[in-house]
């Protein structure tokens, strides 16, 4: 039989040990210890998993036949004049013990069926739980290394475009620039300086999100090195619960039919479907059995001093047949087609669109590397080029603005290299 709860090895291999004084932040790279520290801590995880505990009992308490009932009775109690009058009190009354027991006619077969459907559909629901959360704790982390890195870059050209402003600075007190172009300088060095800023604030939200999502206290990055690591290598842990790790040569609808959530709602209709049945056998009567021994001291009236009394009752269904809980199944059971088969769709969709996505992401990341990057890098001789006059646009002393390639003289007007 298929196992209820499908999760990679991270996952069963976690143990729900206590919680050390000061427990050491998990590392970003260690996605065993990330899934642990997940589970045991996790907010939403740790309320999901209370509905497994709780369809695991109903499952359990449909296996257990209904307790007996025991009954004790004390008749013929003489009221007024005895009969026979010299009868005494002690020698009329009868006792009665019994024991009684409801017998189900076909329906511990479909209850069974539904409650193990509701345990491996609650079971189901918290792997996906499980699976959203760690992929949520992941992008999390990215967000946060994707601003690290960010981060950096802008701290370098902030350093670069200061230096260059102190440069330009110079030049203007000898004339050899305009001060509106020192005022262009200046405005861009403080847009630098707030884009390094929302760098930062955007790191810090992204470890707030990420503590939120662990319940705990969310790793950092050591540095760029580190963030940038962590946003080009593959993940395992990742891919390994991605919806049943779609295999090679497996097409797109049984990998989506694989995942958690879909999985959930067929545990769903076969737990209605079973309740549908229970349903409509409610027009079958369940019998009471049941056994007594009676004493009887009233031996003079010619009764019988021990006797066994044999009794089954049934109740009529003339008024419940199930008919509502029938017609709650049906339309429970039509709400979870509808849910599996839109839930589908959009998830074949939204595969087709992720793969866009990751193809245009892809491109950005390939030309950030190969031409944004590069300028932020130290030592690329921005500031000697400021130095050289060659670095931005200067007024001539003739009039017309020095291009990229002249030299300034040294009575501040136009050298131009032919």
């Known amino acids: 039989m298929m196992k209820l709860l499908l999760l990679p090895a991270l996952f069963l291999s976690i ?3 206590g919680l050390p004084a000061s427990p050491a932040l998990p590392d970003p790279f260690n ?3 990330l899934a642990a520290d997940l589970w045991n801590h996790s907010p939403d995880l740790l309320l999901s998993r209370q509905s497994v505990i709780e369809a695991e009992a109903v499952r359990d308490r449909s296996y257990v036949l209904p307790n007996p009932t025991l009954a004790a009775a ?3 109690i003489p009221i007024g004049r005895r009969n026979p009058p010299d009868a005494t009190f002690g020698e009329v009354p009868n006792y009665t013990v019994g024991i009684s027991e409801m017998i189900e006619l076909g329906k511990r077969g479909p209850r069974q069926t539904s409650a193990e459907a509701a345990t491996k559909a609650a079971s189901l629901t918290v792997a996906d739980a499980y699976r959203q959360s760690f992929f949520a704790l992941l992008e999390a982390i990215a967000e946060q290394a994707s601003a690290t890195a960010r981060r950096s870059v802008l701290e370098r050209l902030v350093g670069d475009s200061a230096e260059s402003l102190r440069l330009q600075r110079e030049r203007a007190k000898r004339g050899d620039v305009a001060a509106l172009e020192v005022d262009r300088l200046e405005v861009e060095h ?4 707030s884009a390094a800023r929302e760098a930062e604030e955007a790191q810090e939200i992204a470890v707030g999100a990420c503590a939120r999502i662990l319940g705990a206290d969310c790793p950092r ?3 760029e090195e580190d963030a940038r690591r962590f946003l080009f290598e593959k993940h395992p842990g990742a891919l390994a619960l991605a919806a049943g790790a779609q295999l090679e040569g497996q097409g797109d609808g049984q990998a989506v039919a694989a995942r958690p959530d879909l999985m959930a709602l067929e545990a769903e209709q076969k737990r209605l479907q079973a309740d549908l049945v229970l349903a409509g056998r409610a027009t079958i009567p369940d019998p009471t059995a049941s056994v007594s021994y009676m004493h009887d001291q009233f031996e003079i009236a010619g009764n019988q001093a021990n006797s066994i009394v044999l009794a089954v009752s049934l109740p009529l269904p003339v008024f419940d047949r199930g008919q509502v809980e029938s017609a709650r199944a049906k339309r429970r059971l039509e709400a979870a087609l509808q849910a599996h088969r839109v839930l589908s769709d959009s998830a074949l969709r939204a595969l087709a669109l992720a793969r866009k996505r990751l193809a245009v992401l892809q491109e950005r990341a390939r030309s950030r590397d190969e031409a944004a990057l590069p300028r932020a ?10 130095a050289s006059g060659r670095g931005f646009p200067h007024r001539c002393a003739a009039g017309p603005p020095c291009v990229r390639g002249a030299a300034i003289g040294s009575s501040g007007g136009c050298r131009h290299n032919l």
Request: net charge positive.
């Open 15 to 17: 143990e729900t040990t």
């Open 31 to 33: 996605e065993t210890a």
């Open 74 to 76: 004390w008749g013929t």
């Open 190 to 193: 403080l847009r630098l300086l």
């Open 221 to 223: 990055f050591a540095g």
């Open 377 to 386: 890098q130290p030592g690329r001789g921005h500031g000697r080029r400021l």
